[in-house]
Every structure is written in C-alpha cells, then in structure tokens.
C-alpha cells in the first residue's frame, strides 16, 4: 500500500509520460557523458555545457544525479534518509501552511498525464509534505504563491525522499529573494529589464517605456513553471536554468519580448494596459531550444555589469541575481540563512530611510532648520543604538540629498 513516507518512483521512471526521454540519435552518447560527469566528484563545468546544450539533460534518471550537482550538493544515502524520515512532522507549524494547503489543492493540473484520482491524491499529499517540511525546516521562509509550481516538478523528477533537500537549496540559495518578508527584492529583478532590452534593441525598449516590467512577475517568480504547460518543457528549462546563475532567468525573459518584436511594435505605445496584457502571457508554442541558445549569447554580449543606467550597481550585494554569479555552488544551507538574514536587515534599514524621508517630507514646513538638525542627530544616535554603525552615514546622506532635492520644487 503507498503511503506518504514510501520510496516511490518518479513519473520519469514510467512508461505513462512518454516524454520523458528524448528519441534522439545522439542522446545515448549524451546521457553516458552524463552520467560520467555525475561521478562522486560531479563535474559541475560539464554538467552546466550539457544542460545548456540541445535536449538539456535528455531525461529524468539522469536528472535525479545532475540536478543536486548543479544545485551544490549530494543527496544522502538512502538508509539516511530513511531514518530522518517523517522527522520534520515535529517541528512548529509554519505560518503560511494555510495557503501551501489551498495552492496544492490546485496543482498537478496539466501533468502527469492519465493518472487516477487516487494518484492525483498521493502526489498532492507529498507535494504538501516536501513544502512543508522545507518550511518547518527554514521558518524564517515566507511562502508565495507560485512556489507549489516548483515544488511540483522537484517532486515529479526527484521523488518524494530526495525533493525537499533540493527545495530546501533551491529555496536558499537559488530563489531567496522570493522567500523575504518583502516583495521589494523580487522587483528588482524585474527592474533588469529595461536595461537589458535597451542594451539589445533600445528602439523595443522605448516602446515598452510607459509599461512597468510587472508583466514578468509570475514566469520569473516561478521560474516559469506556472506557465508551461509541459512537463518535458519545464524539465528542460529547469535544466538551463539550474546550471546558470539566478539573473539568468530575467535574461530569458528579455529575449522571450525580443522575440515578440513585431507583434508588440503592431500595439500603440501609448496602450500600456494592452502591452502588458500580452507580455504576461508566455507565447504558445515556445521553441525552448531556440530561446535558450538566444538567452546565452544575449547573456554573453551583455553580462550584467555592463548593463546601462547603472542597474546592475543598484541591485543588493545580498541578493541571489548577486550571490549566484562566479563558483556559488561552494555555498551551504547555512551560507544562505546568513545571507537571508543581511537582506532582512537590508530591508529593514531602507524602510526606515523611507519612513524617515516621509516624515520629514509632511513635516518640511514646519521642522524649521533647528528642528531638523535635532531630527538628524536623532535618527544618527538611533541607527548607531541599533548597531548600524556602518549604514548611519549613508543612510542620512540619502535623507539630506532626498530634503535638497525636494527643496528645489
């Protein structure tokens, strides 16, 4: 009888997919290179050429090697986690389990394919299981609403004993940004955007000027697997996207818009409710291939630091567009509660900067010069007393430069 601890196998593993595995002439030959380059020691550097070349990782045997590669680290032995088995059910509940229940309720909705109700069911219960125990596990994770779409396919290829390990990195240090108390740092991926259009076609980007890059939220958010449809379409995506860094995932969407040229150029630019309309829409069919092979050269020819109007410099040394640049796969679990905890006081420290400035803004007729100055010294002894020694200078730099400015009007 099946239940919710038992080592069950991937739907990789059978026959009912059917996509599972590519029918190409080369893929025998590809699949041994895999394997070899997912030895003891993974060759990470292979791996990253495979998964980015055509067919990506080809199908899910191997992919239950790679993906942990490519993540950074190994899954355990499996008497291991046999006895850590059902371990997490102790641990406080998370606060967003609520709504982890309401999303699982709604996926497996386009695969796997010709399942039962009973099936369908089993999925769910240990689709629920992997989240929550990745958030039991990390309390300090703030679920959202999109992230039962990648749980799903870590749990389709993995299986339900080795997926949450997989979550828990990916969640970490992959996606970390997407996980804090804020939506702010998930924006600032989106901000990326029009610097990368400009820098690839600035005729494109300035027609697109008026429409706020909002329209990519759900596919980077999700890493796109809220839209695709296929199961073979996003296994193949998560081959690329987990053998590059975090800003990688912006860069596909660029050339997904740059790919849309001519339609978008038919629809006015002074109709940006219709822009983004389309763009929040992934085209159907996508030619995977195709796009990945652009996202690479598009990437290569403009590398984030060069990317105009100082965008690249305006993003978070914390965050995981930053973090997951150069060998970041050295990074542990630990690494990456730390780096969560830099962006949650990054955080923290701006919001009281806008606080400040919104005060003094209401205020800017009646504090007078002396009662700024106290205000000043205030805010500088109060920074220092919550050990932001180092954020107290910059921080007032930015409120005085903000009171100059806003003098002027």
């Given at each position: 009888?099946?239940?919710?601890?038992?080592?069950?196998?991937?739907?990789?593993s059978?026959?009912?997919?059917?996509?599972?595995?590519s029918?190409?002439?080369?893929?025998?030959?590809k699949?041994?290179?895999?394997?070899?380059?997912?030895?003891?020691?993974?060759?990470?550097?292979?791996?990253?050429?495979?998964?980015?070349?055509?067919?990506?990782?080809?199908?899910?045997?191997v992919?239950?090697?790679?993906w942990?590669?490519?993540?950074?680290?190994?899954?355990?032995?499996?008497?291991?986690?046999?006895?850590?088995?059902?371990?997490?059910?102790?641990?406080?509940?998370?606060?967003?389990?609520?709504?982890?229940?309401?999303?699982?309720?709604?996926?497996?909705?386009?695969?796997?394919?010709?399942?039962?109700?009973?099936?369908?069911?089993?999925?769910?219960?240990?689709?629920?299981?992997?989240?929550?125990?990745?958030?039991?596990?990390?309390?300090?994770?703030?679920?959202?609403?999109?992230?039962?779409?990648?749980?799903?396919?870590?749990?389709?290829?993995?299986?339900?004993?080795?997926?949450?390990?997989?979550?828990?990195?990916?969640?970490?240090?992959?996606?970390?940004?997407?996980?804090?108390?804020?939506?702010?740092?998930?924006?600032?991926?989106?901000?990326?955007?029009?610097?990368?259009?400009?820098?690839?076609?600035?005729?494109?980007?300035?027609?697109?000027?008026?429409?706020?890059?909002?329209?990519?939220?759900?596919?980077?958010?999700?890493?796109?697997?809220?839209?695709?449809?296929?199961?073979?379409?996003?296994?193949?995506?998560?081959?690329?996207?987990?053998a590059?860094?975090?800003?990688?995932?912006?860069?596909?969407?660029?050339?997904?818009?740059?790919?849309?040229?001519?339609e978008?150029?038919?629809?006015?630019?002074?109709?940006?409710?219709?822009?983004?309309?389309?763009?929040?829409?992934?085209?159907?069919?996508?030619?995977?291939?195709?796009?990945?092979?652009?996202?690479?050269?598009?990437?290569e020819?403009?590398?984030?630091?060069?990317?105009?109007?100082?965008?690249?410099?305006?993003?978070?040394?914390?965050?995981?567009?930053?973090?997951?640049?150069?060998?970041?796969?050295?990074?542990?679990?630990?690494?990456?509660?730390?780096?969560?905890?830099?962006?949650?006081?990054?955080?923290?420290?701006?919001?009281?900067?806008?606080?400040a400035?919104?005060?003094?803004?209401?205020?800017r007729?009646?504090?007078?010069?002396v009662?700024?100055?106290?205000?000043?010294?205030?805010?500088?002894?109060?920074?220092?007393?919550?050990?932001?020694?180092?954020y107290?200078?910059?921080?007032?730099?930015?409120?005085?430069?903000?009171?100059?400015?806003?003098?002027r009007?």
């Open positions: 009888m099946d239940h919710i601890g038992a080592r069950t196998p991937p739907p990789g059978q026959s009912s997919e059917g996509h599972q595995r029918t190409s002439p080369a893929s025998p030959a699949i041994d290179r895999i394997r070899k380059a997912c030895k003891e020691d993974p060759d990470v550097e292979a791996l990253i050429l495979l998964a980015t070349s055509k067919d990506g990782l080809i199908d899910d045997e992919r239950r090697k790679a942990p590669a490519l993540l950074g680290y190994t899954l355990p032995p499996k008497d291991e986690v046999s006895s850590d088995r059902g371990a997490w059910q102790s641990l406080p509940r998370h606060k967003d389990e609520d709504q982890v229940r309401l999303d699982v309720d709604r996926s497996f909705i386009y695969y796997p394919k010709n399942e039962t109700e009973l099936q369908l069911d089993r999925r769910k219960k240990e689709l629920s299981a992997v989240i929550t125990q990745v958030l039991r596990s990390y309390p300090m994770l703030s679920y959202f609403q999109g992230f039962h779409d990648i749980a799903q396919v870590f749990l389709l290829v993995l299986g339900v004993d080795d997926a949450a390990a997989s979550v828990s990195q990916l969640s970490l240090l992959r996606i970390r940004d997407f996980m804090l108390p804020s939506l702010s740092p998930s924006l600032a991926h989106l901000r990326l955007l029009p610097s990368i259009l400009h820098a690839a076609d600035a005729k494109l980007c300035h027609h697109l000027s008026q429409t706020q890059p909002f329209f990519a939220l759900a596919a980077t958010l999700t890493l796109y697997a809220h839209d695709i449809q296929e199961y073979g379409d996003i296994s193949r995506l998560f081959d690329f996207l987990l590059h860094g975090a800003v990688v995932s912006v860069y596909f969407f660029a050339v997904i818009i740059l790919s849309r040229r001519e978008l150029f038919d629809i006015p630019a002074d109709e940006p409710e219709m822009l983004h309309s389309v763009l929040s829409k992934l085209p159907k069919p996508l030619d995977l291939e195709a796009l990945i092979a652009k996202t690479t050269a598009l990437y020819s403009f590398p984030p630091e060069r990317l105009p109007f100082r965008a690249w410099a305006r993003i978070s040394p914390f965050s995981v567009l930053k973090t997951t640049r150069g060998k970041f796969r050295r990074q542990s679990l630990d690494d990456g509660i730390e780096l969560f905890e830099k962006q949650v006081a990054q955080l923290r420290r701006e919001q009281m900067v806008e606080q400035k919104a005060a003094l803004w209401k205020r007729r009646s504090i007078g010069r009662g700024l100055a106290i205000f000043v010294g205030v805010m500088a002894f109060w920074l220092r007393k919550g050990g932001l020694e180092s107290a200078a910059s921080a007032l730099r930015r409120i005085w430069e903000y009171l100059r400015l806003s003098g009007q």
